[in-house]
């Protein structure tokens, strides 16, 4: 099974401020056949399912705000919350879909600071 | 708009099974692959397995092969994952999750629609 590490487990932030999580693969999830990376990030307020954000490693999601941007490539990927909102607070999680069992980081506890 | 909407909370006793409903709508019910997913209290998300609604074929996920069941009922565009022999670490919330379109080529295998969820309860 893929493993997929995040980092940090929680991080706090001041509004308008930048946000980084970070999200580690044990094995590169580039497909060759397409050239793009099998990753995807997802937010998740209590009580909600999660949301997807961002797929193919750096594709936004229909209607997600364009501060939430995802760049990375083979085993080492990033999300990035350019100017962080209140309604931003939420774990958000990597998964990798590049084979079965797809499988998810962590998760990172995001808040304010 | 595509909804997947799941059937209520549960409370089981250990042993026991349970049975998870999630119906579609929004969308062509047997286009698009559909997964479980679950998350134990305060815990991340686990893959359980997948579902094609069309042809009814499944895989799962190694950790719940012999215990989980996903079928569906193409008639009521419902899915449906049954879990056996509950153990109170089975007390989670599971979600449908379904898979993107997959026009040609490269199948897109993220989650792009969500259920809202459904707690299932293992006490005795």
């Known amino acids: 099974d893929i493993v997929m590490t995040q980092s940090p487990d929680s991080l706090a932030v001041s509004l308008g401020e930048r946000a980084t999580i970070n999200c580690k693969s044990s094995?590169?999830?580039?497909?060759?056949?397409?050239?793009?990376?099998?990753l995807a990030w997802y937010q998740q307020k209590p009580g909600q399912p999660p949301k997807l954000l961002i797929y193919?490693?750096?594709t936004r999601e229909s209607g997600v705000p364009d501060r939430f941007s995802g760049s990375g490539s083979g085993t080492d990927f990033t999300l990035t919350i350019s100017s962080l909102q209140a309604e931003d607070v939420a774990v958000y999680y990597c998964?990798?879909?590049?084979?079965?069992?797809?499988?998810f980081g962590q998760g990172t506890k995001l808040e304010i600071k | 708009q595509v909804q997947l909407v799941q059937s209520g909370a549960e409370v089981k006793k250990p042993g026991a099974s349970v049975k998870v409903s999630c119906k579609a709508s929004?969308?062509?019910?047997?286009?698009?692959?559909m997964n479980w997913v679950r998350q134990a209290p305060g815990q991340g998300l686990e893959w359980m397995g997948i579902?094609?609604?069309?042809?009814?074929?499944?895989s799962y996920a190694q950790k719940f092969q012999g215990r989980v069941t996903m079928t569906r009922d193409t008639s009521t565009s419902t899915v449906y994952m049954e879990l056996s022999s509950l153990r109170s670490e089975d007390t989670a919330v599971f979600y449908c999750?379904?898979?993107?379109?997959?026009?040609?080529?490269?199948?897109?295998?993220?989650?792009?629609?969500w259920g809202q969820g459904t707690l299932v309860t293992v006490s005795s």
């Open positions: 193919w490693a750096s």
């Open positions: 999750a379904r898979h993107p379109p997959c026009p040609s080529g490269v199948c897109p295998e993220y989650f792009d629609y």
């Open positions: 929004g969308y062509t019910f047997t286009s698009y692959y």
């Open positions: 579902i094609n609604p069309s042809s009814g074929s499944t």
């Open positions: 094995h590169s999830v580039l497909y060759y056949s397409n050239n793009k990376n099998s």
């Open positions: 998964q990798q879909y590049y084979n079965t069992p797809y499988t």
